[in-house]
C-alpha cells in the first residue's frame, strides 16, 4: 500500500452571507431603526427596503446639547444568523453618495458578550462593534477584520480608543481595542471569542460620534474567509 499525504483545503466557502434583503429565508431579519434616546437627542434616521432587493439607511447625527457631543443613528437586525467560526472579517457589499462620513460603524451581538467598560447609557446590546470606511460612492465590498472588533467600546464615541469624559456619576471609563499594532491602547481581553461567532443573534449598523449626514445602501452582510486553511489528510 502506498500513503500519500492529500492536502485538503477547508470546507468553508470564501465568503458567508448572514442578512439580505432579497426575501431568502436563511438570510432574512428582522429591521429597525432607532436615534439617540439620551436628553437632547436629536439624530434622525431611516430604514427601508427597496424595490432593489437592497436596505437603505439614511439619515442625520447631530450634536446631543446635553453631551456636547455628536449622537447616534443605528439600524439593528434580529435572527439566529449563521455560523460564522472559521472566518476572518466581517463584510459587506454597500454603496453611500456620502463615503466621506467618518461615524459609521458595524457591531454584531451574542449571549454571553463581556458588558463593556462605564456602559450605563444602554443603547446597543453587549456587542462587538469596529468602525468602517468606504472608499468612493460606488458599490464595493466592505471587509472589516474581526481583530478590529471589541466589546469595550465608548457610548459617546461608539470608538475603542477614547476615553470618556467625567459627568455626573461617571468615572471617565478608558477603553480598550484588540489590535496592538495599531498602538492604540489594547488588551486581549477585548477581543472576538470564536464561542460566540455560532450564536451571533444581532447585526447593527450605526452612524455615531460623528456629526453629519450620512446614507448607506446595503445589497448584504456576511462573512469572508481570507486565510486558506489546509489539513494533510492520509490516504
Not at 462593534?129 to 472588533?149: D, M, R
Request: aromatic share 12%; charged share 20%.
Amino acid at each position: 500500500m502506498v500513503r500519500m499525504f492529500l492536502l485538503m483545503t477547508s470546507a468553508l466557502a470564501s465568503e458567508l452571507k448572514l442578512a439580505t434583503f432579497d426575501g431568502a429565508k436563511e438570510t432574512t431579519a428582522s429591521w429597525a431603526d432607532k436615534n439617540d434616546p439620551v436628553m437632547g437627542g436629536g439624530s434622525k434616521s431611516t430604514f427601508t427596503q427597496t424595490a432593489t432587493k437592497t436596505g437603505f439607511f439614511k439619515g442625520a447625527v447631530v450634536n446631543v446639547s446635553f453631551l456636547h457631543a455628536p449622537g447616534f443613528a443605528k439600524i439593528s437586525g434580529l435572527a439566529s444568523f449563521a455560523d460564522m467560526t472559521g472566518y476572518d472579517s466581517v463584510a459587506m457589499m454597500v454603496k453611500s453618495s456620502t463615503p466621506d462620513y467618518r461615524g459609521f460603524r458595524f457591531a454584531f451581538s451574542a449571549p454571553g458578550i463581556p458588558q463593556k467598560s462605564g456602559g450605563t447609557f444602554g443603547h446597543g446590546a453587549n456587542s462587538y462593534k469596529a468602525s468602517f470606511k468606504l472608499s468612493g460612492n460606488g458599490w464595493q465590498l466592505v471587509e472589516i477584520p474581526l481583530t478590529e472588533f471589541s466589546y469595550d467600546w465608548s457610548e459617546y464615541t461608539g470608538r475603542c480608543d477614547t476615553k470618556d469624559p467625567r459627568f455626573l456619576f461617571r468615572k471617565g471609563a478608558q477603553h480598550f481595542c484588540c489590535d496592538k499594532s495599531s498602538g492604540q491602547p489594547s488588551k486581549p481581553d477585548v477581543c472576538v471569542d470564536d464561542k460566540f461567532l455560532s450564536k451571533i443573534n444581532q447585526l447593527l449598523v450605526w452612524a455615531e460620534g460623528v456629526e453629519g449626514d450620512f446614507d448607506l445602501e446595503i445589497e448584504w452582510i456576511g462573512a469572508t474567509k481570507n486565510k486558506v486553511n489546509a489539513a494533510p489528510v492520509l490516504v
